[in-house]
């Protein structure tokens, strides 16, 4: 899927730091309800992963229960 991004809306997460090694996710898509965009902060110009919001919900949770941590 490739939507219009044009009014996205992209935040940081406030626990990124200085490093500029960050992703930005746009929670809102006006083209494309029920998605979520992410892409990296240095390159916003570059390719963006969007995903559904069952997708990021999976994700987020998976996140808060430690599926991805290094071992």
């Not at 996205?8 to 626990?15: D, L, P, Q, V």
């Not at 730091?17 to 960050?22: A, D, F």
């Not at 998605?35 to 808060?64: K, M, N």
Request: net charge neutral; glycine share 12%.
């Amino acid at each position: 899927m490739s939507p219009d991004l044009s009014g996205a809306i992209w935040r940081k997460s406030s626990k990124s730091g200085g490093s500029g090694q960050c992703v930005e996710v746009a929670l809102e898509l006006p083209s494309a309800p029920g998605h979520v965009a992410v892409r990296h902060s240095r390159r916003p110009g570059a390719e963006v992963i969007v995903y559904t919001d069952a997708e990021w919900s999976a994700f987020l949770a998976g996140a808060r229960n430690g599926e991805f941590d290094k071992p």
